[in-house]
């Protein structure tokens, strides 16, 4: 037993995560999701310009992909 002037063993800065199931937790849960997709990619510590250069850049090779496929179709 400790004394009363003794360190708590609990840190002062943590935190419950949210229970399971609740809107906070399947926010928290695409939050970290898409955080791990991004460093996967290499661009965790990037700034949001460098992420929407990135997103813009993704999105244009779909929708041309979209466009060629269609384009194959119809004129094939």
Do not use: Y
């Amino acid at each position: 037993m400790g004394s009363k002037g003794s360190r708590s063993r609990k840190p002062e800065d943590s935190q419950h995560l949210p229970k399971v199931g609740s809107p906070a937790e399947n926010e928290h849960s695409l939050h970290e999701a898409r955080e791990a997709v991004l460093g996967q990619m290499g661009v965790r510590g990037a700034s949001l310009g460098v992420k929407s250069i990135f997103t813009a850049i993704i999105v244009l090779l779909v929708v041309g992909a979209i466009l060629g496929f269609l384009l194959l179709v119809v004129f094939r």
